[in-house]
């Protein structure tokens, strides 16, 4: 009789450099302890988004890149297999979005944006910081991400700071059910690159659907890269009850652990 199998992946957002796959191991490394002390996996993977965010060499939290007015307004989401969701979009003075998405999955909400969700992170204990003071590392990077299944659910988390000099107003795929991440009974997906091309090709849903007809991960990824032009830089992170696969059309610093019993 086959083992229970848990898997947790993470990634550093597509046109991230390998060489800096140190934080994705720390990510995993930290999500696999909390999976053995029996932390619900939708907060698993927020906690190695956390690691992330936290990593001025990635395009999320602290790494944040600044928009054409000089601010730093970011997009986080996570779901899981529970069929929770919460997203923010275009929120400011947070350093770890994601945690404010959490609270969002974790109420009647689904996505709250700009002033409204800084307002609701503050009201459920988050503290403000000006992070159009801190220093990015990360010019050519794209959304970071989590997925895990701890042998039982899937979830999955994204946290970014959008598309440098962009306009304020500008959301991409990250906080947009489907798009950017999907995860249910068959599997996580979660996606990085260019928005507005993972948006309209409603990347994560679709590879998701993929998982559903039995397909391994590793042809859903191959078929999921081949909807993006070369111009376009996309990257993912799937799982399901037997497996995982990752990959990009860039340089994407991403790790894995697995275990079984």
């Avoid at 948006?199 to 007809?213: G, H, K, S, W």
């Amino acid at each position: 009789m086959a083992g229970k199998k848990r898997i947790i992946l993470a990634h550093g957002g597509a046109g991230s450099e390998s060489k800096h796959s140190d934080a994705t191991e720390l990510a995993c490394r930290l999500g696999m302890e909390l999976i053995h002390v029996e932390t619900p996996v939708l907060e698993v993977v927020c906690r190695g988004v956390e690691i992330l965010e936290n990593d001025p060499r990635f395009n999320a939290g602290t790494g944040s890149r600044k928009r054409s007015d000089g601010s730093v307004r970011m997009d986080a989401a996570c779901m899981d297999s529970h069929n929770r969701f919460g997203g923010v979009a275009g929120v400011q003075h947070f350093k770890h979005p994601v945690y404010v998405a959490y609270g969002v999955a974790n109420s009647q909400y689904r996505v709250l944006t700009g002033e409204d969700a800084l307002q609701y992170g503050l009201e459920i204990g988050f503290e403000t910081v000006d992070m159009t003071r801190v220093k990015s590392y990360a010019p050519n990077t794209d959304t970071v991400g989590c997925v895990a299944f701890d042998g039982d659910q899937f979830a999955a988390a994204l946290s970014t700071g959008g598309t440098g000099g962009s306009r304020p107003g500008r959301i991409g795929d990250v906080p947009l059910i489907g798009c950017g991440l999907y995860v249910g009974p068959h599997g996580a997906v979660c996606a990085t690159g260019h928005g507005e091309s993972i948006t309209l090709n409603i990347t994560a849903y679709r590879t998701y659907e993929m998982l559903m007809q039995g397909i391994d991960p590793h042809e859903a990824l191959a078929t999921a890269l081949s909807w993006f032009e070369k111009t376009e830089d996309a990257g993912l992170l799937i799982v399901n009850r037997e497996g995982y696969a990752a990959g990009c059309n860039r340089t994407m610093a991403w790790s894995v652990l697995t275990e079984e019993d």
